[in-house]
């Protein structure tokens, strides 16, 4: 297929495309190896399958790159304990993490008696108090019921804990970020309505 393109770039071997097209066509596509040549801004492209659908410049026929960000999950990290006698089996009761709920801050966990504790996020602030008798597991309210920013599991502790020694762990949202860049050669005449379209595909688990 042939499309034209504002620069000659943009577009390589393994490029992932969406094709579009007014009618409400759309597919995607892969560049095969070795599958662009350029004549001038013109992009001659063979794809490792080929498309489904014809689409003709009279329906406005969009080509576009892909930016495949792949599965973005929560993580927790960091985990440190400052205790004379308390443990905490991390390894075996890891932080559980949610991929809605769960958000970037670096936590606190402050006991307050031997089996009974704060948790608070430097960003989040306070999320509750809780008990080493039962899991921990504070709600994310901007995202509803059954979305939390973490579980801590009763079955991790161990030893004897006082009031004041802590935990301290980070989480991270699922997330990746993406850079728009729009570069402008010099000597270009200005341009009304210069605008861009951003599509955003996801599918949740």
């Given amino acids: 297929m042939e499309a034209t393109f504002d620069a000659a770039t943009g ?31 013109v992009a001659t492209i063979t794809c490792t399958s080929g498309a489904r659908s014809t689409y003709p410049a009279s329906q406005n026929s969009l080509v576009c790159g892909v930016v495949d960000l792949g599965d973005l999950v929560a993580s927790a990290s960091g985990w440190a304990e400052s205790s004379a006698a308390g443990t905490y089996d991390e390894a075996t009761y890891s932080v559980t993490v949610n991929n809605k709920g769960t958000v970037s801050d670096s936590w606190t966990l402050t006991f307050t008696g031997a089996t009974t504790f704060t ?10 108090s809780g008990s080493t008798a039962s899991a921990f597991q504070p709600i994310n309210a901007s995202e509803g019921s059954g ?11 161990g030893g004897t804990w ?7 762990f980070t989480t991270t949202h699922a997330c990746a970020g993406i850079w728009v860049k729009e570069t ?7 341009k009304t309505s210069n605008l861009m ?4 595909y996801g599918e949740g688990s």
Wanted: glycine content about 18%.
């Fill in 162 to 168: 006082a009031v004041g020694e802590t935990i301290t």
């Fill in 147 to 157: 979305n939390y920013y973490f579980e801590i599991s009763a079955a991790g502790w």
């Fill in 11 to 41: 577009i390589y071997a393994g490029s992932v495309l969406r094709l579009s097209d007014s009618s409400g066509g759309e597919e995607f596509l892969t560049v095969d190896t070795g599958g662009v040549s350029w004549n001038g801004n």
């Fill in 197 to 200: 379209t951003l599509k955003l």
């Fill in 119 to 128: 948790v608070s996020g430097a960003n989040t602030g306070s999320v509750g």
């Fill in 184 to 190: 402008v050669p010099a000597g270009c005449s200005a």
